[in-house]
Nanobody, 124 residues
Framework: QVQLVESGGGLVQPGGSLRLSCQVS????????VAWFRQAPGNWREGVAC????????LYSDSAKGRFTISWDKAANTIDLQMSTLNPGDSNIYYC?????????????????WGLGTQVTVSS
């Protein structure tokens, strides 16, 4: 069974850091691209970062550039999102998604397998 399971969410103070992890399992072949999205209740889903399995090419949203880093640990089968300098606007449910986007893209329609999400709350 193809699965993506997110972990690492929680409560963090403004200016703090958090590392999210997406465990990938059940794929016959490695997914082509894995991305992190986020969504607050009542808001549209925003692509944050994505990474291509074959060459490690990455793409970030403007809000993530310089603060977030996506990486693929092939030995552990996880795709991590290191987030720093967090602010209350980063409070969202963060989702991991896998797809075949080529070229890589933060368009959610390019992603076909989704995790259930992990909550990130930035608050003092």
């Amino acid at each position: 069974q193809v699965q993506l399971v997110e972990s690492g969410g929680g409560l963090v103070q403004p200016g703090g850091s958090l590392r999210l992890s997406c465990q990938v399992s059940g794929f016959v072949l490695e997914p082509h691209t894995v991305a992190w999205f986020r969504q607050a209740p009542g808001n549209w889903r925003e692509g944050v970062a994505c990474i291509r399995e074959s060459d490690g090419e990455v793409l970030y949203s403007d809000s993530a550039k310089g603060r977030f880093t996506i990486s693929w640990d092939k030995a552990a089968n996880t795709i991590d999102l290191q987030m720093s300098t967090l602010n209350p606007g980063d409070s969202n449910i963060y989702y991991c998604a896998a797809g075949l986007a080529d070229p890589i893209s933060l368009d959610e329609e390019e992603y076909v397998v989704w995790g259930l999400g992990t909550q990130v709350t930035v608050s003092s």
